[in-house]
């Protein structure tokens, strides 16, 4: 990344060629999937202000979640026996 900066700073064409691009590409899609990105971030508020507000609805969906931690892998995903 910082060899990255340095050619922009020193005024590399392909350097900024390659920035430029990639920034409007990015803020072409933001464009295109704007609403669905605002939908979300609207979804996400919400759950979070419940979340705040009733934590004990959360207890149950982060026990949930720790369910898939990788010390339970191996119980999740038991290693197959065959071989090849």
């Known amino acids: 990344m910082e060899s990255f900066i340095e050619a922009l700073r020193s005024g590399s064409i392909p350097a900024w060629a390659g920035f430029v691009i990639a920034a409007i ?5 933001l464009f295109k ?3 669905w990105l605002v939908l979300l971030g609207v979804i996400l ?3 979070y202000g419940v979340i705040q507000f009733f934590p004990e609805l959360a ?3 982060s026990e ?4 898939f931690s990788s010390e ?3 119980e999740i ?8």
């Not at 590409?25 to 899609?29: D, G, N, P, S, V």
């Not at 949930?64 to 369910?67: A, C, I, K, M, N």
């Open 25 to 29: 590409f990015i803020i072409r899609l």
């Open 33 to 35: 999937y704007s609403k």
């Open 45 to 47: 508020a919400i759950g």
């Open 59 to 61: 207890t149950p969906v």
């Open 64 to 67: 949930w979640f720790q369910s």
């Open 72 to 74: 339970k892998l191996p």
């Open 77 to 84: 995903l038991p290693e197959s026996t065959t071989s090849n």
